[in-house]
């Protein structure tokens, strides 16, 4: 499975990820044991472009903030300020606070359901949002959720991790919605997640990514996801990659019933035979 690295510990020689429990190989992933061996490929992508004295907006969707929270600590590392806008469908997904608060001089936490993500009461420009990152953006740009210490039409950059659904909605309202509360000439980057095989590096091609002219519309070179997974938000065809993201989906279904059926079968030897 392809996996996105959420931190490393250089010193200890440690890396670490986080496994969203959907399909068969990843419910695998929650039976593996401490010292239980596993093979890690790579490494793909490129490291995310930090610049120097910027503004910087993040916007996290799910387990996009497993990512970001890295991103956001070397951003301010380097002199950047960076509004985090952390989007959880329920307030009950949080995960790593302490390290999204610490990546951001300012964490608009937004949440579509279930409890309320209470802002921490020693950073005063925190807030909570009830609704999508949009609507976040556009209620925190307002000023409908308070005073704001850092304005969204001051940043710079646009980084943005989440569903191809969520990054393609930021791509879309930039231009309409949300164009009288940024910075004219902005950059805007997402983070794509293709379908990928080979785990080796430009290699199988089914990370392929199309990309298209943002002034002609017109069909350009696509781009391997698996050798630069930060790519410009208004090239991305995200209605192309919606398609290639559930080319499986089918025998992901049948895959997750047989593993439904063998644990409710009580067929052990599966487990045990891992």
């Not at 793909?44 to 610049?51: K, N």
């Not at 600590?73 to 009950?92: M, Q, S, W």
């Not at 191809?164 to 910075?183: G, H, I, S």
Request: net charge negative; proline share 4%.
């Amino acid at each position: 499975i392809a996996l996105t690295g959420a931190w490393t510990d250089n010193d200890r020689g440690l890396m670490g990820t986080i496994v969203l429990e959907m399909g068969v190989s990843s419910r695998l992933c929650s039976i593996l044991q401490p010292g239980e061996p596993v093979v890690v490929m790579g490494p793909t992508g490129e490291p995310t472009e930090i610049p120097t004295g910027e503004k910087v907006i993040l916007l996290g969707g799910g387990l996009g903030n497993a990512v970001l929270f890295s991103i956001g600590k070397a951003l301010r590392d380097a002199g950047n300020e960076v509004v985090y806008f952390a989007g959880f469908k329920r307030g009950e997904d949080i995960f790593k606070r302490e390290e999204i608060e610490a990546a951001a001089d300012v964490v608009i936490w937004s949440t579509d359901a279930g409890a309320e993500i209470e802002p921490n009461r020693k950073r005063p420009y925190d807030r909570h949002f009830r609704g999508n990152i949009v609507q976040a953006m556009i209620s925190y740009a307002t000023g409908e959720l308070g005073d704001t210490q850092l304005a969204l039409d001051d940043c710079d950059r646009i980084i943005c991790i989440g569903s191809d659904r969520m990054m393609n909605a930021v791509k879309e309202t930039r231009f309409t919605v949300l164009e009288p509360y940024l910075k004219p000439g902005h950059k805007a980057i997402g983070s794509i997640n293709s379908p990928m095989q080979c785990a080796m590096k430009e290699i199988c091609a089914q990370c392929l990514c199309k990309h298209v002219d943002p002034e002609t519309k017109e069909e350009v070179a696509p781009v391997f996801s698996c050798f630069n997974q930060d790519q410009e938000l208004d090239r991305v065809d995200f209605e192309n990659l919606n398609q290639r993201l559930r080319q499986n989906t089918v025998q992901e279904k049948l895959s997750n019933l047989w593993l439904d059926h063998q644990v409710h079968a009580g067929d052990l030897g599966l487990w045990t035979n891992l």
